[in-house]
């Protein structure tokens, strides 16, 4: 009859085996227990004495290197001292090893024979008393109350602990509160280095790119995509408060920002996998208002771009707040610039260079340019500005120097970036300006709807730049997208959905192409290729110069699209709806 | 202009190493006897793949649940928490650690810049996932916190129903507190509080040694308390625990209510047959029911203000916070002798005025955390009370999910087993 | 058992447990982020002495390491000799390290070799200190990996009044301080 091999025996009682472990466990026990309070009285004594640094040998030694010669009795003394220190470490230490060691073994044999003396001296499985009904309800009862008790004890423990300890730091009202500017000028010295211009072309540091005039310094940027299929999108990932603010991009990070009526957020996304690195919500700083001033429903409460320079990123909301973060999303500083004065809403985004952060913070009245330092907050310079307008500022590296250019309603202005003086003004715009300048062929470009565009050059040989109207061209102009300049054209793409292309040295027209939809966001020159993103997200990319030639014209999905790309290095980060894609392998 | 761009990027390279060379004190001698230094020596992290680490886990709570569930064999699972032990406590020294991963996955959460790679998430998941399928066959013979007390636990006694629950509610706390401590970004409270990686390295600080020490003690008679009143990864494995698929019984076919195994569990889990007498009707008990149901939000909000109350204490916990408090009281003379760490903060480039801020910054925000640590309090507490009020009735002894360790004890109390281990 | 075979309200709580903890654990993971170990950033380091004292390991982790092509082989050494030192040798009262664990070998005139007996060195950093004080800095602490145990809470890094310590990828585990980093420990 095949049987089951029976189960152990269990149960089974040898009273011989049991005295045997019995005794085996007192004597290991005996021995794990001296080996304990040796070990316990090892550590006390190396705790107390601490050999390394025994203050009588300390003090030894600061009377041999204080006094003028070196004195045969004193250096006796510290040899003896410091051999007996260094002896009593390094017994201590192999003590406590080889303790460590006994102790371990003591107790394995310990553990070992009681349970052998358990296993042989068994408790046999028993019936109990009769069946505890009236017990099993008392107990049930019982524990309900300890519990209730032992509740209210442990809040009323947290009570008294809270009372007899409370924390003792100075309060935070002696000191200004750690997000206002100047704070961090502590940090000021850590981070006087900036991104050089070199650095800052390998980045897309700004709206329209490093210096903001709408030029990349890669030609590699895909011209084939398909966000339907995915083929060639690297990664889609959500935004998660609207905003109509372009990607910036610097080393591995993607920064953009988002805000509604009640809150404002930057974030930095990775740029291998698309993955929200972090997210930040902006605090109030002092003199923020209690709730952002109107804005147009297409500007919206994060129109302006943040700026990306070096380990720190810059983002500036429509209620005037202001915060610069590290790469690891920490507060540097911030700080509320007061309240705009727009009828549209703040929208003109951030720039900066070297160690500077330009805001062009044009108003209804008292309008300024400010520059803050980076490290700080601190403002290096401000210059007034008359007139009001939405165009950011654009700073070129041009013949004269690096010029920091802006458009208002009226003017052109050039100021030194580093020390905020004018450079020159020209009087060529009319109307409420939203486009900023383009630069190519040593001319700066500006154009805005209703009013003309014009052409500026500067007199080749002259020492400081003195600007004149080259030429002036009045039909279809943009009024929210800025124009880029090559060499030899001016590209301009308008809200009414035309392609503008015009000839930099007669200001003729080079040609005019019509498309679907208009244009918000601005055409970026990639290499001899424009990408222009319009409304409805087609990308229409063509050849620099004449005829038109188109490339192709991909789309970045149907969201509409008011921000423009960031062209990278074989990727383009576009910012579509609710979306941020990043286009490339 | 690509020519010209190298050409910076090398006039800036050539100019930065110069720097460089400048910022040495003394020069770097060129020898003329042909000498040639010495390699470092730069040894690499341990080699043992956490592959390795991971199969092995996935191995043994396989190998744990076949013991407990099909073999019911308490031999298997005591040689199989024997392995666990040797290899996740005293050979990877403890520190591969389902318990203390939980820290990382909710780090992650609260700070979405926390890398946690795939292996961690994976020691956090599979043994709650085989809890919930199996019952806590992790903490039977896999855990190495468990197996060292399991080791220990050789004269268990039974504690009475009210000390096993009170001494349960510090797991709750433990595992509160550790949720405050990583959402604040007060660092890892189980890791540096773990009483057993100190033997598994032969090395930890005296107190954690003695606190080590008086729970492997105390475990010889109070089985596991580690397990039972602290760990708070036990905690989320007991939830889980509660709605296993296929979880221990105590005996394999009929319960034939001979009362044996009453007093085989040290972990007060096998719960016993429900006595027909009630003291108290259906309609009392009901309306005593409804009259919980109806405190428990005051009870939470009770607990949310304790709670709420003692951020300032709780506050200490963070770093930052400790810092500004001993930076202020070295400034105000309150201590004899100054730290380390104060002379630290005062060599370095921050103010003083902005710790203390930043404190004050972190303070109010542990007012929130703490009220919500005090809410769960509440929480657990009406729970307690809400499970103890419900009666279950039930014919059988039957396990305790939650409770039960599947450490596999009762199997041999039972008459059944041996009769059908026999056919 | 009550609904054996119907979907019951405790499957369907494990299903959604299982999709939970799933999901919780597949949403923490960073399945970029590979295996980090601890480390020490030499140019973060104020030498207090909590290395040797605060490592869970006894002796601590943390030792010191030499970077010899950054070092002056100076006769003088501000990490070999006590400040004030009457003789340039080993004895006890001139020797800065407490435990002997820095040797001195004669190169060619002037030149001495530093080398470090890491089976000695408690990681104290004295003579960190006074290499950096008088000196080049090409000596200075780190985790040795082949004694670190990984804490995933290093007890060292809590206490590091300087914040110097780091996670850092496991295959690229030192911050080594070389004559293309300046002495800087890094890039």
Redesign the interface.
């Known amino acids: 009859m095949p049987r089951n091999k029976p189960k152990k025996k269990r149960f089974t009682a040898s009273d011989l085996i049991w005295k045997a472990a019995t005794g085996v466990a007192v004597v290991s026990g005996l021995f794990s227990l001296t080996v304990s309070i040796l070990l316990v009285a090892n550590y006390v004594q190396v705790t107390a004495i601490n050999p390394l640094d025994t203050p009588q040998l300390l003090q030894l030694r600061q009377q041999l290197a204080a006094a003028p010669e070196a004195d045969a009795k004193l250096i006796e003394q510290i040899r003896t001292m410091d051999l007996l220190a260094r002896r009593a470490f390094f017994t201590s230490q192999s003590h406590l090893k080889l303790g460590g060691s006994l102790l371990l073994g003591g107790v394995i044999v310990l553990l070992t024979a009681l349970r052998t003396a358990r296993r042989f001296k068994p408790r046999l499985p028993e019936p109990q008393g009769p069946p505890p009904s009236e017990h099993y309800w008392i107990s049930r009862a019982f524990t309900k109350e300890v519990l209730t008790f032992v509740g209210l004890l442990w809040a009323a423990a947290a009570l008294v602990m809270a009372y007899l300890t409370p924390l003792d730091v100075p309060s935070a009202a002696a000191t200004a509160p750690v997000a206002d500017a100047g704070n961090a000028a502590a940090d000021a010295g850590t981070t006087a280095a900036y991104p050089s211009w070199e650095t800052m072309q390998q980045n897309w540091p700004s709206f329209r790119g490093p210096g903001g005039y709408g030029v990349a310094h890669f030609s590699t940027a895909p011209t084939e995509w398909d966000v339907a299929t995915g083929k060639n999108v690297k990664w889609q990932v959500e935004v998660p408060l609207p905003g109509a603010n372009s990607p910036v991009v610097w080393d591995k990070r993607v920064f953009l920002s988002g805000a509604t009526e009640e809150k404002r957020e930057v974030y930095c996304f990775d740029t291998e996998t698309g993955k929200l690195v972090w997210s930040r919500v902006l605090d109030k700083f002092s003199g923020t208002p209690e709730k952002p001033p109107k804005v147009g429903d297409e500007t919206g409460y994060a129109a302006s771009t943040l700026v990306a320079h070096g380990d720190r990123v810059m983002a500036i909301f429509a209620n005037g707040d202001l915060a610069c973060y590290d790469a690891e999303g920490n507060l540097k500083w911030g700080k509320n610039l007061g309240v705009p004065d727009n009828h549209y809403g703040h929208s003109s985004s951030l720039l900066a260079c070297q160690n500077l952060l330009f805001i062009q913070y044009d108003q209804r009245k008292n309008g300024k340019l400010i520059a803050l330092d980076i490290a700080d907050g601190k403002e290096a310079w401000t210059v007034n500005r008359e007139k009001i307008s939405w165009a950011s500022p654009v700073c070129v590296q041009t013949p004269f120097g690096p010029e920091l250019v802006l458009n208002s309603e009226q003017h052109v202005d050039a100021y030194d970036p580093l020390k905020g003086t004018a450079l020159w003004q020209l009087k060529c715009l009319d109307g409420e300006v939203a486009p900023s300048p383009a630069y190519g062929g040593g001319m700066f470009f500006v154009a805005n709807d209703n009013a003309t565009a014009t052409a500026i050059r500067f007199a080749p040989d002259d020492k400081t730049p003195k600007p004149e109207i080259a030429w002036q061209w009045d039909q279809s102009l943009p009024d929210v997208s800025s124009p880029v300049g090559t060499d030899k054209h001016f590209y301009m793409t308008t809200s009414r959905a035309e392609i503008i292309c015009l000839d930099s040295a007669s200001g003729e027209v080079a040609w005019v192409q019509e498309v679907d939809e208009g244009f918000y966001a601005s055409p970026i020159l990639a290499g001899d290729r424009i990408y222009a993103v319009d409304r409805k997200g087609a990308v229409h990319i063509f050849k620099t110069g004449q005829p038109f030639t188109p490339i192709a014209t991909p789309s970045v999905g149907g969201e509409e699209v008011l921000a423009t790309p960031a062209v990278m290095d074989g990727r383009i980060y576009f910012r579509a709806g609710k979306n941020l894609l990043c286009i490339g392998a | 202009m690509k020519l010209k761009l190298l050409a910076a990027v090398f006039l800036l390279l050539g100019l930065w190493t110069v720097q460089a060379a400048t910022e040495f004190r003394f020069p770097m001698p060129e020898f003329e006897s042909g000498y040639k230094h010495p390699a470092m020596s730069i040894p690499p992290a341990s080699k043992t793949s956490p592959w390795v680490d991971l199969g092995l886990l996935a191995g043994a709570l396989a190998l744990s649940a076949w013991s407990v569930l099909r073999l019911r064999s308490r031999r298997y699972v005591f040689l199989i928490a024997l392995v666990s032990l040797a290899y996740f406590g005293f050979y990877r020294k403890g520190c591969v650690c389902a318990v203390g991963s939980m820290q990382n996955i909710l780090s992650a959460f609260f700070d979405p810049g926390y890398a946690v790679p795939l292996i961690v998430s994976a020691f956090f998941l599979i043994p709650l996932l085989f809890a919930l399928y199996f019952g806590r066959v992790f903490c039977a013979a896999v855990c190495p916190l468990g197996a060292i007390q399991e080791m220990f636990a050789i004269f268990p006694v039974q504690l009475s129903s009210a000390v096993e629950a009170v001494l349960g509610l510090f797991a709750y706390a433990y595992l509160g507190l550790s949720v405050l401590a990583v959402y604040m970004g007060a660092g890892f409270l189980i890791c540096r509080y773990d009483p057993f990686v100190g033997f598994f390295r032969q090395g930890a600080s005296f107190n954690m040694f003695l606190a080590g020490g008086v729970l492997l003690l105390a475990g010889v008679f109070i089985a596991r308390p580690y397990c039972r009143f602290l760990c708070p990864y036990g905690v989320l494995l007991r939830w889980a625990s509660r709605f296993s698929k296929w979880h221990a019984t105590i005996t394999p076919a009929e319960c034939i209510q001979c009362r044996l195994c009453e007093t085989s569990c040290p972990y007060g889990a096998i719960v016993v047959p429900t006595p027909e007498d009630r003291p108290v009707d259906q309609r009392t008990g009901a309306r005593r029911m409804g009259r919980l149901f109806l405190a428990a939000p005051f009870i939470i909000v009770i607990a949310a203000g304790a709670g709420y109350l003692s951020h300032e204490p709780l506050a200490r916990l963070h770093p930052t916070v400790w810092l500004a408090e001993r930076v202020a009281g070295e400034e105000q003379g309150r201590y004899e002798e100054k730290t380390i760490d104060g002379d630290a903060f005062r060599a370095g480039k921050r103010a003083a005025t902005e710790l203390y801020a930043e404190a004050h910054a972190l303070k109010e925000r542990f007012k929130y955390a703490s009220a919500c640590f005090g809410a769960f309090m509440g929480l657990v507490l009406c729970g307690k009370l809400i499970r103890l009020s419900i009666v279950r009735s039930n014919k059988d002894y039957v396990v305790d999910r939650g409770a039960c360790l599947s450490c596999a004890r009762c199997f041999a109390y039972c008459p059944v087993e041996k009769s059908h281990a026999a056919k | 058992m009550e609904q054996e075979s119907k979907f019951g309200r405790?499957?369907f709580?494990?299903v959604a447990?299982?999709a939970a903890?799933?999901g919780?654990?597949?949403?923490?993971?960073?399945?970029?982020?590979?295996?980090?170990?601890w480390q020490l950033d030499p140019a973060k380091c104020?030498q207090?002495?909590?290395c040797s004292t605060t490592?869970?390991?006894?002796?601590s982790a943390v030792k010191c390491?030499?970077?010899?092509?950054?070092?002056?082989?100076?006769d003088l050494c501000g990490g070999y000799l006590?400040?004030?030192?009457?003789?340039r040798d080993s004895?006890?009262?001139n020797e800065l390290c407490?435990?002997?664990a820095l040797k001195r070998t004669f190169?060619?005139e002037p030149?001495y070799?530093y080398?470090i007996d890491?089976e000695l060195c408690?990681g104290?950093g004295k003579c960190v200190k006074g290499c950096a004080v008088?000196?080049?800095g090409s000596l200075y602490l780190?985790v040795?990996?082949?004694v670190?145990?990984?804490?995933?809470?290093c007890?060292i890094a809590?206490n590091c009044?300087?914040n110097a310590f780091q996670r850092v990828p496991?295959r690229n585990?030192?911050l080594?301080k070389t004559?293309?980093?300046?002495?800087k420990g890094h890039k």
């Open positions: 405790r499957d709580i494990r447990a299982t903890a799933a919780a654990a597949w949403a923490a993971a960073h399945p970029s982020s590979g295996t980090t170990v104020l207090c002495g909590r490592c869970v390991l006894n002796p390491v030499h970077s010899f092509e950054i070092c002056g082989y100076c006590q400040p004030g030192a009457k003789a004895g006890a009262e407490p435990v002997g190169v060619e030149f070799q080398t890491e408690v104290c008088f000196g080049n780190q040795k990996h082949d670190c145990v990984g804490c995933n809470e007890s809590r009044p300087a496991v585990s030192y080594l004559r293309e980093n300046g002495g």
